[in-house]
Nanobody, 119 residues
């Protein structure tokens, strides 16, 4: 059984910062691409940032220059450092990981963590 456990959400004022963490646990061979998605009320879930095992990153345009995704492969953990937060960043943030188990790649999701940015 694989679990992704997120932490670090909360409420901040515009211009503030938050860091999200997501740790993968359970029985698996490796974590491949890891990343973060978000879903605001009434909107579809969207990709925020991803990072490969080799540290290649990808960001949605709206967060470039403000968010930084990183990972610690020894801890199977991915981070999202968010700075200069804006009210439009308010959403539930979900961790995602593609994980290899017995030569099969599967997608896993965290439970979601709320980020609220007030103006």
């Amino acid at each position: 059984q694989v679990q992704l456990v997120e932490s670090g959400g909360g409420s901040v004022q515009a211009g503030g910062s938050l860091t999200l963490s997501c740790a993968a646990s359970g029985s698996f061979t490796s974590t491949n691409v890891m990343g973060w998605y978000r879903q605001a009320p009434g909107k579809q879930r969207e990709l925020v940032a991803t990072i490969t095992r080799g540290a290649n990153t990808n960001y949605v345009d709206s967060v470039k220059g403000r968010f930084t995704v990183s990972r610690d492969n020894t801890k199977n953990t991915v981070y999202l450092q968010m700075s200069n937060l804006k009210p439009e960043d308010t959403a539930v943030y979900y961790c995602h990981a593609e994980i290899t188990q017995r030569l099969v790649r599967r997608d896993y999701w965290g439970q979601g963590t709320q980020v609220t940015v007030s103006s």
